[in-house]
């Protein structure tokens, strides 16, 4: 079945440092990519998305690029800031089923000042 | 514009006790998607309905689970005779319709504690 992978946490970063999370993926379809984050208490927020081969998803200064070659949408950010620090989930959608979402495991963000 | 509203937000129950969780999806939102999240762990999606219809019970547990979402009303999952492994947060997510360029958006989630 379909799998999500993402590099284990916890990541912990001083402010304004490169933020890479690695995520891969396993699917049977051409599945749309997400990363949504989970600050403690509240549920997931969507965060950026791309829903084909070499698109790039945006936001808040986060970036991650559909790569079908590698099979990855690994989530980059240039500067990170104290308020980044929160959860990130890796997850895929299949457009042909119920698009029910697929999540990786999650990798906990401490950015310290 | 709500968003997706769940409650509670922290339930509590005995070993053999039934839960009963509420989910209302965002206003114009026909599609309800539950997953569960144990400690340290992602969310593992449970189930997906539509109005009156359950479309996906792929992820559901077999016995003591069951989720509805009526024409009129939240949709609601509910654990009967609950044991200490349900401990955990239940998420409920709302769409407008199964395309990829309409994404979920969650709730903050009902967590559950078995004593």
């Known amino acids: 079945g379909d799998s999500v992978t993402q590099m284990e946490g916890p990541v912990t970063l001083s402010e304004e440092a490169f933020l890479t999370i690695n995520c891969t993926y396993t699917?049977?379809?051409?599945?749309?990519l997400f990363w949504y984050v989970q600050y403690p208490g509240e549920g997931l927020q969507l965060l950026l998305k791309?829903?084909?081969?070499?698109d790039k998803g945006s936001n808040k200064g986060f970036e991650a690029t559909y790569r079908k070659e590698t099979t990855s949408f690994h989530l980059e950010k240039g500067s990170v800031q104290v308020s980044d620090s929160a959860v990130y989930f890796c997850?895929?959608?299949?457009?042909?089923?119920?698009?029910?979402?697929?999540f990786g495991k999650g990798t906990k963000l401490t950015v310290n000042p | 514009n709500a968003g997706v509203m769940q409650n509670p937000r922290h339930l509590v129950r005995r070993r053999g006790q039934e839960a009963r969780l509420r989910c209302s999806p965002m206003?114009?939102?026909?599609?309800v998607y539950w997953y569960r999240q144990l400690p340290e762990e992602g969310l593992k999606f449970m189930v997906y309905?539509?109005?009156?219809?359950?479309?996906?019970e792929s992820g559901m547990p077999k016995e003591r689970f069951s989720a509805e979402f009526p024409k009129e009303g939240p949709s609601i999952l509910r654990i009967q005779q609950v044991v200490r492994g349900d401990s955990a947060a239940y998420f409920c997510?709302?769409?407008?319709?199964?395309?990829?360029?309409?994404?979920?958006?969650f709730g903050d989630g009902t967590r559950l504690s078995i004593l």
């Open positions: 997510a709302s769409s407008s319709g199964t395309h990829s360029n309409q994404p979920q958006h």
């Open positions: 699917a049977t379809g051409y599945p749309s």
């Open positions: 791309a829903t084909k081969a070499d």
């Open positions: 997850a895929l959608s299949d457009l042909a089923g119920s698009e029910k979402l697929v």
């Open positions: 206003k114009g939102h026909s599609h």
């Open positions: 309905l539509q109005k009156e219809n359950i479309i996906d």
